[in-house]
């Protein structure tokens, strides 16, 4: 089956078409990078025009081509200096494999989507 992850990507109104637009452009023939964002098991837009988009169980590596291209527009953000406008959360299999990318506002104040990662341990008492 492969190693599998949980994603969280979250884009601040204004470069929201600015995704869009690069999608378009460079998505392959085959349209992976369309076909992944409908595969989001969550999309949520936020009164402002934030987006969230949330998959779970996807194969989230740079071989796969329609990661790849989310990748190179997150670098581009990088470059452009417009970390603040977005936030992207990938939780692997394993209890260290975290990966974190742009900063969307702080987490408990200035983030509409109050998203953080928790890992956690759930019991019943049996009665």
């Given amino acids: 089956m492969g190693y599998t992850s949980d994603v969280a990507f979250i884009l601040k109104f204004e470069i929201t078409e600015q995704f869009h637009d690069y999608i378009q452009r460079y998505d392959n023939d085959d349209k992976s990078v369309a076909e992944l964002m409908n595969e989001c098991k969550q999309t949520v837009k936020s009164d402002s025009g934030d987006i969230l988009y949330y998959w779970e169980f996807i ?69």
């Avoid at 900063?103 to 998203?115: A, E, H, K, P, S």
């Fill in 59 to 127: 194969k989230c590596s740079s071989g796969n081509a329609a990661v790849f291209v989310i990748e190179r527009f997150i670098d581009q953000l990088d470059i452009e200096d417009k970390s603040d406008k977005y936030l992207f959360i990938r939780m692997g299999e394993e209890w260290d494999d975290i990966e974190e990318r742009g900063y969307f506002g702080d987490r408990y104040g200035n983030n509409v989507f109050l998203i953080e990662v928790v890992r956690e341990i759930i019991f019943w008492q049996k009665s």
